[in-house]
């Protein structure tokens, strides 16, 4: 392997989305990720209906770069193997309930006697300690609780889930960071991060409003700001556009723009404390004014002018599109069964050329890392 990450070896005991996340992430950046599934193996390998060979695709997104290890840690034989493998890692991740954690001898306090230098996390849902512990935590169940359901979707309607996994990638992320952190610092130990922490820690200034001035947060329709007007979704003659208006700069090139120049100067619109006092008023306005042309028009007329702005598209627009192609966003694996085509690693490194590869079979390197089948 090459990349910032040559040399470090890092062992993943998980499963789905968060700890693997969290592994592919530092895979792809160089380090040598061993993933150590059970004899079934991790279930993402079953998850999604679309295969390519033998690769099912949900797991592919997941596990590229890394190797696999086929071993049953609830035996002797498997935590033998486990210690050998900790011996020479320089990281432990995991996502397991906390009890199966410290059942399988994969917290700091049981693998330190092999390397006291390893570092060790545990992505939980709610922390390896403390009255939620050994509950049970998905991604819906963290946003219920968190309150982003509760944020999410247009006032009077009903609580809304984000449209993808924002919980057990966020999580995934921070894992990363917290694990290279140990692992500089060198002297090892155990991280515990868990779910709840992670997207409580990700409400930030929605919080703050409410620890510090009572201020309920609450739904806004149309995806709106909180302070920021205008700043949401709008309805155009033929879909919908995004409009960000974050000073009053903009709202003058924007005002001049659509023709109607007046709101630069009225009271009620011309400054950020007025528009967002007037907020009814404002959204309005714009709104009539953006139904008249197509969202493709308003991006011509609009974009030019370094107004922060957007079409709404679709996810296969964005794989398919200039911007994802131009980023190296989405690549291609080849395979004997044909090309795998997986998402990008976002972190771009000078002087590096990304590398992915299949992901493993269940057990594919046993021999190469233990010695036997």
């Known amino acids: 392997m090459t990349g910032p990450l040559a040399g470090i070896r890092i062992l993943e005991v998980g499963h789905m989305l968060a700890g693997p996340y969290c592994g592919m992430l530092l895979a792809d950046l160089g380090a040598d990720v061993i993933k150590i599934e059970a004899p079934d193996g991790d279930i993402?390998?079953?998850?999604?209906?679309?295969?390519?060979?033998?690769?099912?695709?949900?797991?592919?997104?997941?596990?590229?770069?890394?190797?696999?290890?086929?071993?049953?840690?609830?035996?002797?034989?498997?935590?033998?193997?486990?210690?050998?493998?900790?011996?020479?890692?320089?990281?432990?991740?995991?996502?397991?309930?906390?009890?199966?954690?410290?059942?399988?001898?994969?917290?700091?306090?049981?693998?330190?006697?092999?390397?006291?230098?390893?570092?060790?996390?545990?992505?939980t849902g709610y922390g390896m300690d403390g009255p939620y512990a050994e509950r049970p935590a998905y991604d819906y169940v963290i946003q219920a609780l968190v309150g982003i359901m509760a944020l999410t979707g247009d006032p009077g309607g009903t609580p809304t889930k984000t449209g993808y996994s924002v919980v057990d990638n966020s999580s995934g992320m921070m894992g990363a960071l917290a694990l290279?952190?140990?692992?500089?610092?060198?002297?090892?130990?155990?991280?515990?991060?868990?779910?709840?922490?992670?997207?409580?820690?990700?409400?930030?200034?929605?919080?703050?409003?409410?620890?510090?001035?009572?201020?309920?947060?609450?739904?806004?329709?149309?995806?709106?700001?909180?302070?920021?007007?205008?700043?949401?979704?709008?309805?155009?003659?033929?879909?919908?556009?995004?409009?960000?208006?974050?000073?009053?700069?903009?709202?003058?090139?924007?005002?001049?723009?659509?023709?109607?120049?007046?709101?630069?100067?009225?009271p009620r619109f011309a400054t950020m404390a007025a528009r967002s006092a007037n907020r009814e008023r404002v959204l309005d306005e714009v709104a009539a004014v953006l139904r008249r042309e197509g969202t493709a028009r308003w991006m011509e007329r609009l974009a030019p002018l370094g107004l922060v702005v957007a079409g709404v598209e679709r996810l296969e627009d964005a794989l398919e599109g200039e911007l994802a192609r131009a980023r190296g966003m989405v690549a291609e694996i080849p395979t004997p069964d044909g090309v795998l085509r997986v998402v990008g690693n976002p972190i771009k490194v000078q002087g590096m050329t990304p590398a992915y590869g299949v992901p493993p079979l269940l057990g594919e390197h046993n021999v190469e890392l233990l010695g036997g089948g």
């Open 180 to 266: 290279l952190a140990k692992i500089i610092e060198g002297k090892g130990g155990q991280l515990d991060v868990s779910l709840y922490d992670v997207m409580l820690s990700q409400l930030n200034y929605l919080a703050s409003a409410y620890l510090n001035a009572g201020e309920h947060p609450a739904r806004q329709k149309s995806g709106a700001h909180p302070y920021i007007v205008p700043a949401q979704i709008f309805e155009t003659a033929d879909g919908h556009l995004v409009l960000f208006i974050s000073h009053d700069d903009f709202w003058r090139r924007f005002a001049r723009e659509v023709g109607r120049p007046e709101w630069a100067e009225d």
């Open 44 to 123: 993402a390998r079953r998850v999604a209906p679309h295969h390519v060979g033998p690769h099912n695709t949900y797991f592919a997104s997941l596990n590229r770069n890394k190797r696999s290890v086929c071993l049953d840690l609830s035996s002797p034989d498997g935590q033998a193997a486990l210690g050998r493998l900790a011996a020479g890692a320089h990281g432990l991740v995991t996502n397991m309930r906390p009890a199966v954690i410290r059942k399988l001898g994969l917290t700091y306090e049981a693998l330190s006697r092999h390397n006291p230098r390893i570092a060790c996390l545990a992505l």
